[in-house]
């Protein structure tokens, strides 16, 4: 963690921010692809927490041409993790750098991030085999898929929910100085 904490300052979170933000464009670009070929589906990625048969009802709402358009978001989803992984991370350590140096247990919270990026790769390589099995879907990867679709979102929320904290004390500290 000490690699994470030498690299983590402020300017490296506003990189790390626009670079966030840029990588966004494409991927709007593959999901109105997606809706446009199966108006009113849904992105697995982005449904709530889902029941095995709510993500294959999902996946066959897109019907063949909008699973074969969604192929290029999943593989883009792919690049995605490394990056919103990479800023929340970079949040967590610089904004919460002084909170680390006088509880250093507090510092695994850095890990979170990489507990979703790890989870969100699970889901996103399950759901491209199961797009590439399409309609025999294995049990396992659908159970695989699921799972880690619901262990993302929860560190998902929960790292965007204390980077925020720690965004704000790393601003607030940079403000006071």
């Not at 626009?18 to 990588?23: D, E, P, R």
């Not at 929340?88 to 890990?111: D, H, K, N, Q, Y």
Request: proline share 5%; aromatic share 8%.
């Amino acid at each position: 963690m000490d690699w994470i904490d030498a690299r983590a300052t402020g300017r490296a979170v506003t990189i790390a921010f626009g670079v966030t933000l840029a990588i966004n464009a494409p991927l709007a670009y593959f999901t109105a692809a997606v809706h446009s070929i199966a108006p009113g589906s849904t992105i697995p990625d982005m449904l709530g927490l889902v029941s095995q048969a709510e993500l294959l009802q999902a996946l066959d709402a897109l019907g063949e041409a909008g699973r074969e358009a969604y192929i290029p978001v999943a593989a883009w989803d792919l690049i995605y993790p490394l990056v919103y992984g990479s800023l929340m991370t970079l949040c967590l350590a610089w904004g919460l750098r002084e909170r680390f140096a006088t509880r250093p247990r507090l510092r695994s919270v850095i890990l979170l991030p990489s507990g979703a990026i790890l989870a969100d790769y699970v889901e996103n390589l399950s759901v491209l085999s199961i797009l590439s099995q399409w309609p025999e879907a294995p049990a396992t990867t659908v159970l695989l898929a699921t799972v880690g679709h619901t262990v993302k979102w929860l560190l998902v929320i929960t790292s965007a929910l204390l980077s925020l904290v720690a965004l704000y004390a790393g601003i607030h500290r940079q403000r006071t100085r």
